[in-house]
């Protein structure tokens, strides 16, 4: 049998396991570490949430990989790339790949009656993932976009309706200058478009200058080919292992020469902007901090209760002293007791942690401004496994940090802790 544990066990379940000094500093112990673990909780799922969040539309509208002219990357403007069926093929068969598809881009001005905007024309087909589209969807709908014909239906997003005080249903021209790929220039060319729909994802950078239409408007527009295009979007089946099926592309797609003599080369989202994966990087060191921070709480607290409560114990432990019990036992004795503190401090920061994120799921009550954090409410993200590490951790260390304090008892005789009241 366990001597200390079962020691432990009777006294912290008896009434008398918190008497009237000690109880007071176990209550506060217990909701050092249950405030500790919450906040941990709290701020784990947000940055989770929040990274994942801008992560994810950041990838909606530019995929995980690109692959594009080797010239686009000094220009602002597209330049054409011919990307045959079997080069499609080849880059389906790489590990890790989801989906591949053709896109295509122009340049080009909306304008109404009472203003104008120049946006950017992207072309997409019908076998385009629009998962990312329908979910930001807010009015409207998605236009069926088509490979091979132009229907002049357009998809934009709300900062664009708002500028130009357009409504689904709306017709609006758009006025192209010549071929941008060559900087010729053949005159200016308008075409009428049919608002589909719009969107909102709260990205300034995309919202203010996007807007999706069929596949073939913007090789037209361009002058192109029938067989070029911007380039190819590549979505990955996990986004950990983007940088292998990077690796991939870079061996058995970049450097390969088209049939009108243009080089391919690849990019990752996170190459394409790097500003915004760099900032949400800098994130988990604000994380690192705060984790600190909430378990020197917990264990500072932890430290004045054991204190407090070996004092008040004093008459106790010398009376097991004087039984023949030896300091390490009795020291055991109190760290068993302190982790049945800190075990239901843990419980209680679990539930309310917890709590909070599943509200906040459900009610999204946490509203925050999307100017400035590209989200209207704090996403919050429960991940299990973290959150069961987090509990495994705040235990260990709170116990460890114990283990100094403890030693005070090798330093209480059994004669003078008779006389200790």
Same mark, same amino acid.
């Given at each position: 049998?366990?001597?200390? +544990?079962?020691?432990?066990? *009777? %006294?912290?379940?008896?009434?008398?396991?918190?008497?009237?000094?000690?109880? @007071?500093?176990?209550?506060?112990?217990?909701?050092?570490?249950?405030?500790?673990?919450?906040?941990? /909780? %709290?701020?784990?799922?947000?940055?989770?949430?929040?990274?994942?969040? %801008? *992560?994810?539309?950041?990838?909606?509208?530019?995929?995980?990989?690109?692959?594009?002219?080797?010239?686009?990357?000094? *220009?602002?403007?597209?330049?054409?790339?011919? /990307?045959?069926?079997?080069?499609?093929?080849?880059?389906?068969?790489? @590990?890790?790949?989801?989906?591949?598809?053709?896109?295509?881009?122009?340049?080009?001005? +909306?304008?109404?009656?009472?203003?104008?905007?120049?946006?950017?024309?992207?072309?997409?087909?019908?076998?385009?993932?629009?998962?990312?589209?329908?979910?930001?969807?807010?009015?409207?709908?998605? @236009?069926?976009?088509?490979?091979?014909?132009?229907?002049?239906? +357009?998809?934009?997003?709300?900062?664009?309706?708002?500028?130009?005080? +357009?409504?689904?249903?709306?017709?609006?021209?758009?006025?192209?200058?010549?071929?941008?790929?060559?900087?010729?220039?053949?005159?200016? *060319?308008?075409?009428?478009?049919?608002?589909?729909?719009?969107?909102?994802?709260?990205?300034?950078?995309?919202?203010?200058?996007?807007?999706?239409?069929?596949?073939?408007?913007?090789?037209?527009?361009?002058?192109?080919?029938?067989?070029?295009?911007?380039?190819?979007?590549?979505?990955?089946?996990?986004?950990?292992?983007?940088?292998?099926?990077?690796?991939?592309?870079?061996?058995?797609?970049?450097?390969?020469?088209?049939?009108?003599?243009?080089?391919?080369?690849?990019?990752?989202?996170?190459?394409?902007?790097?500003?915004?994966?760099?900032?949400?990087?800098?994130?988990? /060191?604000?994380?690192?901090? /705060?984790?600190?921070?909430?378990?020197?709480?917990?264990?500072?607290?932890?430290?004045?209760?054991?204190?407090?409560?070996?004092?008040?114990?004093?008459?106790?432990?010398?009376?097991?002293?004087?039984?023949?019990?030896?300091?390490?036992?009795?020291?055991?004795?109190?760290?068993?007791?302190?982790?049945?503190?800190?075990?239901?401090?843990?419980?209680?920061?679990?539930?309310?942690?917890?709590?909070?994120?599943?509200?906040?799921?459900?009610?999204?009550?946490?509203?925050?401004? @999307?100017?400035?954090?590209?989200?209207?409410?704090?996403?919050?993200?429960?991940?299990?496994?973290?959150?069961?590490?987090?509990?495994?951790?705040?235990?260990?260390?709170?116990?460890?940090?114990?283990?100094?304090?403890?030693?005070?008892?090798?330093?209480?005789?059994?004669?003078?802790?008779?006389?200790?009241?």
């Amino acid at each position: 049998m366990n001597l200390p +544990l079962f020691i432990a066990r *009777r %006294i912290y379940g008896t009434d008398d396991g918190g008497r009237r000094v000690s109880k @007071p500093a176990i209550r506060i112990a217990t909701l050092g570490v249950a405030i500790g673990l919450a906040v941990m /909780i %709290i701020t784990v799922s947000v940055v989770f949430g929040f990274k994942h969040t %801008i *992560r994810d539309k950041v990838v909606g509208f530019g995929s995980h990989i690109q692959v594009q002219n080797y010239l686009s990357q000094d *220009r602002t403007a597209p330049l054409p790339i011919a /990307i045959s069926d079997s080069m499609l093929k080849v880059m389906r068969q790489l @590990p890790g790949v989801r989906q591949v598809e053709r896109y295509s881009t122009t340049q080009g001005i +909306l304008k109404t009656d009472q203003d104008f905007l120049g946006v950017v024309f992207k072309g997409v087909g019908q076998h385009y993932d629009l998962t990312f589209l329908k979910d930001n969807l807010i009015d409207g709908e998605v @236009p069926q976009f088509s490979d091979s014909t132009s229907s002049y239906q +357009l998809l934009i997003s709300q900062m664009m309706a708002d500028k130009l005080c +357009l409504q689904v249903g709306n017709r609006v021209f758009a006025y192209f200058l010549g071929d941008i790929s060559t900087g010729s220039d053949n005159g200016i *060319r308008a075409r009428k478009f049919t608002i589909k729909g719009i969107y909102q994802t709260n990205m300034t950078q995309f919202d203010q200058t996007m807007c999706f239409t069929d596949y073939p408007t913007p090789v037209k527009l361009n002058g192109w080919e029938a067989d070029q295009s911007t380039g190819a979007e590549v979505l990955v089946d996990n986004f950990d292992d983007l940088e292998n099926v990077a690796i991939s592309f870079v061996h058995n797609v970049n450097r390969t020469v088209d049939s009108h003599g243009e080089v391919m080369t690849s990019q990752t989202i996170q190459e394409a902007y790097p500003h915004i994966f760099s900032w949400l990087e800098l994130l988990d /060191i604000n994380v690192w901090i /705060i984790l600190a921070l909430m378990v020197c709480v917990a264990g500072f607290t932890m430290i004045s209760g054991l204190l407090i409560i070996i004092l008040e114990r004093t008459q106790m432990i010398g009376i097991l002293k004087a039984l023949g019990m030896r300091n390490k036992t009795v020291r055991h004795t109190f760290l068993w007791f302190a982790t049945f503190i800190i075990g239901q401090g843990l419980l209680i920061g679990d539930i309310i942690g917890i709590g909070l994120v599943v509200l906040q799921q459900q009610t999204g009550f946490i509203h925050l401004d @999307p100017a400035s954090y590209y989200v209207d409410t704090a996403p919050m993200e429960l991940n299990i496994p973290v959150v069961v590490l987090l509990n495994v951790v705040t235990l260990a260390i709170s116990v460890f940090v114990l283990i100094a304090p403890s030693f005070l008892i090798s330093h209480i005789h059994p004669a003078k802790s008779m006389h200790y009241e």
